[in-house]
């Protein structure tokens, strides 16, 4: 998927599941079946902004069948990953617990029994503490049904300036590296402090075709410092610097969802189309207005 996609399906995700697309169901519970989720890390305790790997493995007695595995990064699973304390964590995504972007039933099934995921792809902590998680697959014997895995407790640790700064310069160090820049890239996009948002959009202005620019797209619309990014791309945009037709279009985005950061997409299906052609009447104005200062520079 492109940059430019990728970035429209972002800012279009409460319109999405506001009109159902995220109301997967699933059946009953599966039999025989468990589903175990591990923090690669024992114990569980991690910085707010740190990696956090896990691994997902399926136990099945005697019987044959096809699970939802995810991938190291994210697709469009259903609710997969959920927590408590729900308040103090927010889906990445959607920078919303409350909305979930589910697929179709038969997508992503494999006969897998064992894999590796970033959580950091659900879950973006936002307090330090102690939460429990848990994974909800589907799986397609017989019939569908469901599984949901142990709860995983995790411990996150109080903001820490020294850590932050000292994970930042060993980000840069790994985007330095064509071996390493894939996974700097996503280490970049979690951080989510005030400077990994600077760092994180100065590379973003500079970067050309790729997954590693891909991740950075992605950390763009997930940062907790929308101002900052924003901020950071308007004085780019200003300075005269090179700005690209991916750029503007991002820019224009997150200027849309400011203002309607108040006004959530509405459940009702004509009061959610209403929405969607002025969220997107909108975004053509705020895009216009930024190509007419590219013009004047």
Known sequence: ??????????????????????????????ADVTL????????????????????????????AGLTALPGLRRGFFHEIVSWEPRADAVDPLTLDPRIRVGDEPGSGLVTDRNREIDLNEWVQFRSSGQYALRVRLKRFEQAWCELM??????????????????????????????????????????????????????RYLRSTAGPAEAELGKGIF???????VQAELEKALRSGAPFTEDALGTLALLEVRRQFANRPCPPEAD?????SREYWALFASVKRKYEELVKRR
């Open 36 to 63: 175990r989720l591990r923090c690669l890390r024992q114990p569980a305790v991690f910085h707010r902004g740190e990696a956090i790997r896990a691994s997902l493995s399926v136990t099945a007695t005697g019987r």
């Open 1 to 30: 998927m492109g940059v430019s996609c990728l970035l429209d399906m972002r800012a279009a995700v409460g319109a999405i599941a506001a009109l159902g697309f995220a109301a997967t169901v699933f059946a009953q519970p599966c």
């Open 271 to 275: 009061a959610a189309r209403a929405w």
């Open 222 to 228: 997930e940062s907790q410092y929308a101002e900052v």
């Open 149 to 202: 895995s142990n709860a995983e407790s995790i411990q996150i640790l109080p903001p820490d300036a020294q850590w932050e700064a000292a994970e930042l310069a060993r980000i840069v160090g790994m985007l330095g590296s064509e071996a390493t820049r894939l996974a700097g890239a996503s280490a970049l996009r979690y951080l989510n402090t005030r400077d990994a948002a600077v760092e994180l959009t100065q």
